[in-house]
């Protein structure tokens, strides 16, 4: 189990892991390009070579690239999906030449039109995705906290996706926030082993290759997309002791996406903070 952080990439993708170091974080997230917006980064050779180079000496890994948020395989806009398809496509071959693990992206929003009716748009598209990239990568669904008609707020869905899609490199990253607020009680021992019981049911332990550790500002079940720092929310330091304790989690990569405590982001102090809870947990 490795604890780390989504880092900035300005100045260049090599530049992150120096940040990421300053966190004392042991893995690391990026975006490879602005999240708001369609157009993503080329990295110019010496810059990948640089930022290896960083890797192989600190052992800041594994890598994941975060999907920009404009992306949906469940819209009913034509120009959209192919939008979504295209970034996607651009952003393994990212990974591929970083050698990240994967992508971790958020499926999108039916808009109302219901999960029935899109979910086969959505396999589809997650196929191409996977056909149009190279073997080493991972395209990895997000569980969502159920917004907007968001696909993905349930096992089921994701497991029904996963399983439609075919091949063995569609993978999950579990986000704790977005699971509480969705209505799985993460918090709690019982709980959680109910969770991890139907994911293992609907996904597969197998698939899990990653943690958003994220507290919660919602309330169980309130639906809302809302983090909060490390035993700060409704989760809280004995519910994140209770998750890097269980088996399920042993050699998953955490990646926190919290505010900061000065509200600049994923900081040294939230690092820190689920490396104690982690220790307390026996995990590391």
């Known amino acids: 189990m490795k604890i780390g952080a ?4 300005a100045g260049g993708v090599d530049i992150a892991v120096d940040r990421a170091q300053e966190l004392g974080a042991e893995t690391i997230q990026i975006f490879s390009g602005a999240p708001q917006a369609w157009r993503r980064k080329t990295y110019k050779d010496g810059e990948v070579e640089s930022y290896k180079e960083k890797v192989a000496d600190t052992g800041i890994e594994p890598a994941f690239i975060h999907g920009l948020y404009l992306v949906n395989l469940a819209t009913d ?9 295209d970034a996607l496509v651009l952003e393994m071959n990212a990974a591929h030449l970083l050698g990240a693990k994967g992508v971790i992206f958020h499926l999108g929003s039916h808009k109302g039109a219901g999960y029935e009716e899109r979910v086969g ?11 149009a990239t190279p073997d080493d990568t991972w395209l990895i669904l997000e569980n969502s906290a159920g917004m907007g008609g ?3 707020s349930s096992f089921a869905e994701l497991g029904r996706i996963i399983r439609e ?7 999950v990253c579990l986000d704790t926030q977005h699971a509480f607020a969705s209505g799985h009680d993460i918090k709690t021992a019982d709980g959680l082993q109910r969770v ?5 049911k609907e996904i597969g332990i197998s698939n899990l290759v ?8 919602c309330e169980l079940g309130g639906g809302l997309d809302r983090h909060e720092n490390i035993g700060e929310g409704h989760i809280g330091r004995d519910g994140f002791i209770n998750i890097l304790s269980h088996p399920a989690f042993a050699d998953v990569s955490f990646l926190l996406e919290v505010p900061g405590f000065e509200g600049g982001g994923p900081d040294k102090q939230n690092v820190d903070i689920l490396k104690e809870l982690r220790a307390e947990a026996g995990a590391g």
Do not use: C
Request: glycine letters at 6%; aromatic letters at 4%.
């Open 77 to 85: 806009k034509p120009d959209l999906l192919a939008k979504s398809l």
């Open 210 to 217: 990653a943690v958003h550790a994220n507290d919660s500002k």
């Open 165 to 171: 899609a075919g091949g063995d490199r569609v993978k």
């Open 196 to 200: 991890m019981q139907e994911f293992d």
């Open 6 to 9: 989504h880092v900035r990439t």
């Open 150 to 152: 968001s696909v993905g």
């Open 121 to 131: 748009q959505v396999v589809e598209y997650v196929r191409k995705v996977v056909d």
